[in-house]
């Protein structure tokens, strides 16, 4: 039986056989699946067709459409969702927290990710523990793990592979594909980044060039900033190693130290 609920709205709570304080508020909202359906405990779903076929525990619900689910399908538990259509597709993914306009709107089976800001993590399918912040953060990836992307724009290429990624700042690692283990911090850091793995670039414009190129440390203002690809150089400064290109294994430290290497 239905123990302690609330529901208000047309077809709210429609099909609902079994629960422990549940709160549907909204058209459809919490309708139910067609078929058995297993006892629904301490949820809240506000927003019409919100949780719609949410056969599961613990979850909170805000916007039309989020955590909107498959019949007879979805049974996601102890998670967050606010926004239109956020986490709109989930099945069985569980410990989801997103927020925002279609964040997180194609996880399915992932666990544990979080993502916050319009669109933030929605062509997420099955990749877990990501985290995004902000407008577009990690818009395009969809089966790759443990990233962070905090910044609007950081991390919004197709994402093809690259796992164990950090891109703190407005556009960090915006076009990153298939490089794994990159570090980068500031607005435009790291930005042209795509295959080139194992870069940590801090500071505005710090390594805003590096495409292929692997194993660079840029630190300060547009420090490797005309880096395309070579590998393993340091360049630390403001505009340190400013004309190097293509070279390798350079050493450039303090204020526009090398300014004339390429």
Known sequence: ALVGGTVVGQNAGLRLQYGDGITAIGR????????????????????????????SNFNTVVGSFALYGVDNVSNPNQTVAVGYEALYATTTGDQNTVVG???????????????????????????THNIA?????????DT???NIAIGADSMTSAVAGGENNTAVGGSALFSITSADNCVAV???????????????????????????GDGHTCI????????????????????????????????????YAGVDIT
């Open 133 to 141: 912040i902000g407008d577009l953060a990690y818009d395009n990836a």
């Open 28 to 55: 459809y909202a919490a309708q139910g699946v067609t078929g058995t359906q297993g006892a629904r405990q301490g949820c809240t779903f506000v927003g019409e067709y919100s949780g719609s076929y949410a056969n």
């Open 101 to 127: 306009y279609r964040a997180g709107k194609n996880i399915t089976s992932s666990p544990d990710n979080v993502f916050i800001g319009q669109l933030a993590g929605t062509a997420n399918t099955t990749g």
């Open 186 to 212: 500031g607005y435009n850091s790291g930005s042209s980044i795509t295959t080139g793995g194992t870069n940590t670039v801090v500071g505005v414009d710090a390594g805003k060039t590096i495409s292929t």
């Open 144 to 146: 790759e793990s443990n």
């Open 220 to 255: 300060g203002y547009a420090s490797g900033d005309a880096v395309t690809t070579g590998s393993n150089s340091t360049f630390l400064g403001i505009h340190a190693g400013g004309a190097v290109t293509t070279g390798s294994q350079n050493t450039c430290v303090g204020q």
